[in-house]
């Protein structure tokens, strides 16, 4: 019996879902805590500034990715998707790795703004995320797993849409989290 993973696009996308948000709900509650090398001070308090400056670029190149695609420019499509995925692949594992040494990081401000404004722009951001991780494997092991010809017939185009939008604007909300957190307050 030969495997082929287009095939199981749907499976596969349940399964690396389910253990990237294990992973991530692991760091979140601690259970990671003592298994990880502590770096330097500096270096913990460096990474929300650098993944607001990720969350940025990584903006920039799905907006560009996307119209990229729409222009019939396949191979920059490609490229920018695959940078943006690096990009959201380095915020998830700085932002892991500092939540897993320091936990979430309180905020700062007054108790009005954490309540109206910093919680709801903060689980919005948490809650697109979560519903992007799926959508992201979907497109990109239907894209890995199909010829770039025969991807217009599949849901790629579709839901590469909706993943998009929602990842850019959870990366903008994620901006604004760490204006709120670390600029503002």
Do not use: K, Q
């Not at 805590?33 to 500096?42: H, K, Y």
């Not at 697109?128 to 017939?153: G, K």
């Amino acid at each position: 019996m030969e495997f082929r993973a287009r095939n199981y696009v749907p499976a596969l996308t349940g399964v690396l879902s389910l253990i990237s948000l294990g992973l991530v709900f692991g760091a979140v509650l601690g259970l990671f805590d003592g298994a990880l090398p502590r770096a330097p001070t500096a270096v913990l308090d460096a990474i929300p500034t650098v993944n607001a400056l990720v969350s940025a670029l990584a903006i920039v190149t799905i907006a560009t990715g996307w119209r990229a695609i729409r222009r019939g420019a396949v191979a920059r499509h490609r490229a920018l998707m695959g940078v943006s995925l690096v990009l959201f692949v380095t915020f998830l594992v700085l932002y892991l790795y500092r939540v897993s040494l320091l936990g979430p990081a309180p905020f700062p401000g007054p108790e009005t703004i954490y309540r109206f404004v910093y919680l709801p722009v903060l689980a919005i951001h948490i809650s697109l995320a979560i519903v992007c991780i799926p959508l992201l494997y979907y497109v990109l092991l239907l894209a890995l797993t199909r010829p770039i010809a025969a991807l217009p017939e599949t849901n790629h185009p579709r839901v590469g849409r909706v993943a998009a939008s929602l990842w850019m604007i959870s990366f903008a909300l994620g901006i604004v989290v760490y204006l709120l957190s670390y600029i503002i307050y």
